[in-house]
């Protein structure tokens, strides 16, 4: 895929196994645990490449205002794409969308809501908590995506152990493995065969 046609993640390993990021233009599901560096994840996104800063918004909807935020608490989510702007947004969190508003309101924001924002050329990274949601609900929301990376974590012995998995990217040759990832002060940071990062 030509480069100008992808935009960075804001994780430096992750843009490296996708070859570039992602489309321009697409919505993601990011999904993990509270505990896995789910937020994380959704930071560095939105803050993006700090060599290429680009203009985002950041709906926080069940958690810590920071900085730059907006409070989507109380705004209903047809309202949502009046409050968007730039290139990089993130929801945050999905969850919280399907909990106080249901399934249909959830995915009526992913295939009609977005629409414009994507059509933009922007990129959604929607942040989806697992194990709170009925499978079939979870089903629909990834089949109306154009991306699906999941945060999975794990326990060996003694040692946490955290991977990164991306299962759906239109338009991006999927990695055929799992990448490992670790959390640190700076967020996240993953290995790639290629190098660690």
Known sequence: MDREKQRSTGLVGLDLVLE???????????AGTPTNGLDLFARQFWKGDPDNPEEGTYLMLDGKIE????????????QYPAHMHGQRIVIDSLSSIILRHGIDDAVDLVTRGL????????????IMYL?????ADENKLIRSVD????????????????????????????????????ITADGLELSTTKRVV
């Open 20 to 30: 570039g990021g992602i489309p321009k233009g697409t919505v993601i599901i990011v």
């Open 67 to 78: 900085e730059g935020m907006t409070d989507a608490r109380e705004i209903p989510p047809d």
């Open 115 to 126: 629409r414009e924002k994507v059509a933009e050329g922007a990129n959604v990274a929607l």
């Open 131 to 135: 194990g709170i949601h009925r499978k």
């Open 147 to 182: 991306g699906y990376i999941e945060l999975k974590q794990g326990i060996e012995g003694s040692e946490v152990e955290r991977m990164l998995g991306v299962f759906k990217m239109v338009g991006v040759e999927l990695p055929r493995q799992l990448v490992p990832y670790n």
